[in-house]
């Protein structure tokens, strides 16, 4: 065992029973909107130790501005959070100096992008920039950095690893890249993986490769993972739990099959009446009429409102808060649900 | 059940055919200022047919050379090699004006309503514009044609005077469409048209795509990468892998018996949104290879399960499985006696899809109420 692994052997020891990661009723803002407007509201997430949290939406449901204030990474002074907490493991990130995070991040919690391009730097080599890290966070040499940063690369499957450290990012394929970063982001055994759009630019084919890496390398390390997407599929793929947001709002959240078998918000049934499938044709898809607010146009009342067929006078007065439903940790914000007894109700 | 319900079964083997394609051939590149001289060969002898108002898909990854092959039967890039009649017509002998006058009945809609419509011009003008060129309506008539063309895609007519910047994604594709559908093509081709839409808009163009397509009678080339959507939409699909169709077939045989090993890792690649479905994907290893240089013999050998000494020195020809299904593979009886794929049949959860009908039948209620939302 070499210095980096006994390092990293001796942080894993944290306790199951805390999340790794715990937002709760975070609020978010833009400078440039309107007083009132947060384009994340009251957002509450938790992942535990080796699981994966999918947080799944449309474009500017804050799915991202969300994974990018856990990161400390928001920017400034466009956007700041005006409410809420974000702990990880016990720590409250938001208190944190912006040293203390750099300290943090690339080590403990790390972040992937759906375009490695813009994460890599590239006028280094992909061993330099993994080395880097390792260096950086683990006070070790460069030799040990190098050879972490080769062994990383075999872990991500990068075939030849030991001459791909010397390779720069355009000489390697969309794929290939995806790994470098993924080798970049765990090379200090992170205990959090945010992963934003990871597999959206790849092909199929490409995205399956990847998607089964993730899933190998979060078995073999205990890494906590939060993955965000808008691809109904690959949550349903690795997700354990599942958090669906609408703008800016998490409007369902519970166990993956329980969000698959048993949608229950009107805007999750319209995700899922959207999709095609791969089996016979099942009729005409159900799709959401309309499109996503803008946030100048975000409601204080049930945003979804302006876009749902079994909207009442209480959606467009009064916020449905996310309440339980019967046993476990199903919650869904909507007064309506279940839609299938509104019918027989007097509206 | 809706009108779209009805067309999609598979269509009658005895339809004309539309379009036809024969050997096409298109080349990029061979730049020698930096020293290089592989060109690209983006397709590389393809022939396709489509049938008068069938939709045909194309399916395959990036590089594939999907829309580059879309392109040239279109004629909007000139192929090096082969053939293309529509209607009978060849399109290859035609001059540029006869081929302007043919551009009436051939349309294209792109993946990117950002790029593809003019930002100075208003939506007006941009329908406008085909409706005039190809004589459709003159003078004062042309504004009731544009008015119409907007209430076909479900926008009202006072959207005739914005401008793109001051639509959504989801709206700017409806304009894209209506100004494709203004000059009544009889052949519409879709370069990924909805990919770069969010779900729930996809969902939208593509039941208005084939509501048109019903109602309009025309004949839809649907060119895109997402398995589901062309599962969903399309009759017969053609699997393309590095400038070449590998497989080819009606969409229900192709999803459920794919032949080509290629199909079969493509279909086993695609997520499915069900957690019960989950499974471990019998993963396709590596990256496809470069265009530029193309394996020999098949060129799918490099990656498949299946390769053999054969599969890298002889290149497979298509051969017909039955009527209207062809294969180029040189082992697919051999592969498909050992039932290398069985597909996952997977249906949604009983409450998932009653909560579906609920959901679908709210919207229909609600919509003819007049409560209906602007897309």
């Avoid at chain 1, 044709?281 to 945003?303: D, K, N, Q, W, Y």
């Amino acid at each position: 065992m070499g210095v980096v692994e006994r390092q990293v052997a001796d942080r894993r020891d944290v306790s199951a029973t805390v999340p790794v990661l715990d937002v709760s009723d975070l609020a978010i803002r833009f400078a440039a909107h309107p007083p009132g407007i947060h384009v994340a509201d009251g957002v509450s997430l938790s992942v535990g130790p080796g699981k994966t949290l999918c947080v799944v939406g449309e474009s500017g449901c804050g799915k991202s501005i969300v994974s990018l204030a856990v990161m400390g990474l928001l920017p400034k002074p466009a956007a700041t959070v005006t409410a809420g907490a974000v702990r990880f493991e016990g720590r409250d990130l938001l208190a944190l100096s912006e040293h203390a995070l750099a300290d943090l991040r690339g080590d403990r919690m790390a972040m992937i992008f759906q375009e490695p391009m813009t994460a890599l730097n590239p006028a280094f080599t992909i061993g330099d920039q993994i080395a880097e890290s390792v260096v950086r966070h683990r006070n070790c040499s460069q030799a040990q950095g190098r050879a972490r940063a080769r062994d990383m690369l075999e872990r991500v499957r990068i075939p030849a690893a030991a001459t791909r450290l010397d390779a720069y990012p355009h000489e390697m394929s969309g794929g290939m890249r995806q790994r470098a970063m993924i080798a970049m982001a765990l090379a200090n055994d992170p205990t959090l993986l945010i992963a934003d759009e990871p597999t959206t630019a790849l092909d199929v084919t490409i995205q399956a490769q990847i998607l089964a890496l993730i899933r190998q390398l979060q078995t073999e390390s205990g890494t906590a993972v939060v993955l965000v997407t808008h691809d109904l599929g690959v949550v349903a793929e690795v997700a354990d739990e599942v958090a669906v947001m609408y703008a800016g709002r998490v409007v369902e959240r519970g166990p993956v099959a329980d969000i698959f078998d048993d949608p229950q918000h009107p805007y999750t049934i319209g995700l899922l009446g959207s999709m095609p499938g791969l089996g016979k044709r099942l009729g005409r898809l159900a799709a959401i009429p309309g499109s996503v607010p803008p946030p100048e146009a975000f409601s204080s009342a049930c945003r979804f409102a302006s876009r749902c067929p079994f909207v009442t006078a209480r959606c467009t007065s009064e916020r449905p808060p996310l309440r339980a439903l019967g046993v476990g940790n199903h919650r869904v914000a909507c007064f309506e649900a279940p839609v299938e007894t509104i019918s027989g109700r007097v509206r | 059940m809706t009108k779209a319900d009805t067309a999609p079964e598979q269509s009658p083997p005895l339809r004309p055919h539309i379009l036809e394609a024969e050997g096409i051939v298109k080349q990029f590149g061979s730049s020698r200022l930096f020293g290089r001289s592989d060109p690209v060969r983006a397709v590389d002898g393809v022939s396709l047919q489509v049938r008068k108002g069938e939709r045909l898909a194309i399916v395959g990854e990036s590089g594939c050379g999907k829309s580059t092959l879309g392109r040239c039967l279109l004629r909007l890039i000139e192929a090096d090699a082969g053939s293309v009649r529509f209607e009978g017509v060849d399109l290859m002998a035609l001059d540029d004006k006869a081929m302007r006058q043919r551009r009436k009945a051939l349309q294209i809609v792109f993946q990117d309503p950002y790029a593809s419509l003019n930002p100075r011009h208003t939506v007006a003008t941009l329908i406008g514009e085909p409706i005039r060129f190809h004589g459709i309506a003159k003078g004062r008539d042309v504004a009731d044609h544009v008015a119409r063309m907007l209430g076909l895609v479900g926008l009202p007519a006072a959207y005739a005077s914005r401008y793109p910047h001051e639509f959504s994604g989801g709206q700017r594709q409806r304009i894209a469409i209506a100004r494709a559908l203004a000059s009544g093509p009889r052949l519409l081709v879709g370069d990924e048209p909805v990919s770069a839409l969010d779900v729930s808009i996809q969902a939208q163009i593509i039941n208005l795509l084939e509501d048109l397509g019903s109602e309009l009678g025309f004949t839809l080339v649907l060119i895109a990468h997402n398995l589901a959507v062309i599962r969903h939409v399309s009759e017969r699909v053609a699997v393309m892998y590095l400038g070449e169709i590998v497989e080819f077939a009606p969409a229900d045989a192709l999803f459920e018996t794919p032949l080509h090993p290629y199909t079969q890792a493509l279909i086993a690649s695609a997520p499915i949104a069900d957690p019960a479905a989950r499974r471990q994907h019998a993963l396709l290893e590596g990256d496809p290879p470069s265009p530029s240089r193309p394996p020999s013999g098949c060129r799918f050998h490099t990656r498949c399960a299946h390769a053999r000494a054969r599969c890298s020195s002889e290149r497979p020809v298509s051969e017909t499985v039955e009527e209207g299904r062809s294969v180029s593979c040189h082992f697919w009886r051999e592969i498909a006696a050992a039932g290398a794929s069985a597909p996952l049949a997977f249906t949604p959860s009983i409450q998932r899809q009653q909560r579906i009908a609920v959901f679908a039948d709210a919207l229909r209620q609600s919509s003819s109420q007049g409560g209906s939302i602007t897309p």
